[in-house]
């Protein structure tokens, strides 16, 4: 460390006059917040803070600050927080997505242009912690990431809730007759019970457990309960590491190498967690001129066992996951599978935290390597001329009897066509169709919706139709389940070959051959090309322009363009 940057309120302090002056004029303008000059003279540790009155998950993030700034103060610096723009997953429109990349610039922008000497970055909802590892791993300062932890889960007669599989579960039983108005309502007031993430394996449980297994935050880190007292005390601890790793060289690129990156596919194949994991690793992954290799991925899900239990595919919920024993003690059972070696962000190893973790394991919430809920992981990426750069199927969640399958398709051209008639009793649709949503991809207008979940049709579902293949450019919730094919590339709006099938048009999927293809000559798909409709010229400004311009396709994660690799200072 200089002796510059262990003063932290004098980092990168040239901008007003001569280096003296400029340390001068901070403090005494500091000073006017209420701090004393030995409090001034500390290494500043800034808390990037995503809460939010539109971020029900970040509610408690008051009481989690104050436990961060105290570990930040009893190891010797200032904690200093600043807010950044909050993702609250269902109250942004038209999507998270679209608006994850702004929140990663804001994260980067403000880490370097604010003094400080290391960075806590406090998120939690489904893309708020991509954004700020993104940022972070751009800006480069020593960073280690907080999450708000799960929800706990909520009581209806006998079952347990938690947001948000169970919404799913009982808005399909309404639609299909067998629960009625009242009591939907009365589901609906119970389903999120507390502060915190969603509280099954969904997106945001997925990248909190992504995170610890690829070292940027302490061991546990991801799922202790949101209410739970262990929640605060993980906060105290992340502000002492905070102010030990300034001046340590443990800067995020540090520990997103190839291996870290490797571990966290390993441990995503292994939860069956989220689709939308793949987009953001391949982003964070793309900040530090990494490549998630879809083909890799095939490779690592090929020997890497599905061990967790939670739903939206299994039983439990993330409480049960910490309570089983944590990611550490999923990361025990992969440890013929992982890199060891991979460094972390507390200066163990992943192999030391293995060795490290209890004993003790919660064998129905987490299986043993030796007898997995599944032989192979929980994701696999399909290819063929209807996905050339390839698409996501969460197997883990599909009925593999629709793994190999062709049949005649159901095009629906945009989320307006699929609201108009999916549930229109004359829609010409059976059982064994497949149902295909186009222009809902990230160029789309409709900025990549997690609208892969088409629904059953009604008629299908009254008739006990539980599942269907489904296949779009859209993304689908982490909670959700089903045989969804996601994140065909290139998209429907980009010219991709997804936007050239027409209702009555025959599809080929094989899981076991990795493949998804469309029955149709190439001639014919030249003539369709040929016969399309100029893409229409809406006049953009402001973000939708820089949108427009830069978002990437989902293989790269809907990065901009701009973002990627850039060299550092
Ligand atoms: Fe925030 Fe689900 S709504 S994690
Ligand atoms: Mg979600």
């Known amino acids: 460390m200089t002796e510059e940057k262990a003063k932290g309120i004098a980092r990168g302090l040239t901008n007003y006059g001569d280096a003296a002056f400029s340390k001068y004029l901070r403090r005494s303008f500091a000073s006017s917040m209420g701090y004393s000059r030995e409090m001034l003279d500390r290494p500043i540790v800034g808390i990037a803070q995503s809460a939010s009155g539109f971020n029900n998950c970040h509610r408690h993030f008051p009481e989690m600050i104050e436990a961060v700034k105290r570990g930040v103060l009893a190891a010797g610096a200032l904690p200093l927080d600043f807010p950044t723009i909050s993702l609250g997953e269902v109250f942004v429109s038209p999507t998270s997505l679209k608006f994850r990349n702004l929140m990663s610039m804001d994260v980067e922008e403000m880490v370097r242009a604010q003094p400080m000497d290391s960075v806590v970055l406090l998120g939690g909802c489904d893309k708020t912690v991509p954004a700020q590892l993104m940022g972070a791993m751009s800006a480069n300062l020593p960073a280690v990431q907080l999450v708000a932890g799960p929800m706990s889960t909520g009581r209806h007669k006998d079952h347990r809730l938690g947001a948000c599989t169970d919404c799913r579960r009982f808005w399909q039983q309404f639609r299909a007759g067998g629960i009625d108005e009242q009591e939907i309502d009365q589901i609906e007031g119970k389903l999120a ?231 229109d009793p004359d829609l010409d649709v059976a059982a064994e169709d497949i149902l295909l949503l186009q222009n809902a991809g990230p160029t789309s207008a409709a900025a990549m919706p997690e609208a892969g979940y088409l629904p059953i049709p009604k008629k299908l579902a009254r008739a006990g139709v539980t599942d269907m293949i489904r296949i779009s450019d859209a993304r689908m919730s982490g909670t959700a389940y089903g045989t969804i094919v996601l994140h065909v590339s290139p998209d429907a709006a980009s010219g991709g070959t997804i ?40 006049r953009k400004r402001g973000y939708d322009l820089l949108y427009d311009r830069e978002v990437l396709q989902a293989e790269q994660g809907c990065d901009f363009g701009f973002l990627v690799d850039l060299p550092q200072d």
């Open 193 to 423: 019970a507390t502060s915190g993430t969603c509280a099954v394996m969904g997106t945001a449980s997925t990248m909190a457990s992504l995170t610890e297994a690829m070292g940027m935050m302490p061991a546990y880190g991801a799922a202790i309960p949101a209410v739970s007292a262990d929640r605060l005390r993980m906060a105290e601890e992340t502000g002492r590491l905070a102010v030990r790793l300034i001046g340590s060289g443990r800067t995020p690129r540090s520990i997103l190498t190839q291996e870290a990156l490797d571990n966290a596919v390993t441990v995503l194949l292994a939860l069956g967690g989220s689709t939308n994991a793949v987009l953001h690793l391949a982003a964070i992954a793309g900040r530090v001129g990494l490549n998630l290799d879809l083909h890799r991925l095939n490779r690592i899900s090929d020997r890497t066992p599905v061990l967790v239990d939670l739903k939206p595919t299994g039983a439990f919920y993330m409480e049960d996951l910490h309570y089983a024993g944590g990611i550490p003690a999923v990361m025990r059972e992969l440890r013929d599978v992982l890199h060891l070696d991979a460094p972390t962000i507390t200066g163990e190893t992943i192999g030391d935290r293995i060795e490290a973790a209890e004993d003790w394991v919660d064998r129905k919430v987490i299986a043993a390597a030796a007898s997995p809920i599944r032989d192979t992981g929980g994701l696999v990426a399909l290819y063929g001329n209807l996905a050339p750069n390839g698409a996501i199927l969460k197997r883990s969640a599909a009925d593999p009897a629709l793994f190999e399958a062709e049949a005649r398709v159901v095009v629906f051209t945009s989320l307006e066509d699929l609201a108009a008639r999916i549930d």
């Open 499 to 538: 936007g050239l099938v027409r209702s009555g048009d025959r599809i080929r999927m094989s899981v076991r051959n990795r493949s998804l293809d469309l029955l149709v000559t190439d001639t014919e798909l030249a003539a369709r090309r040929a016969a399309l409709p100029a893409r229409a010229q809406t």
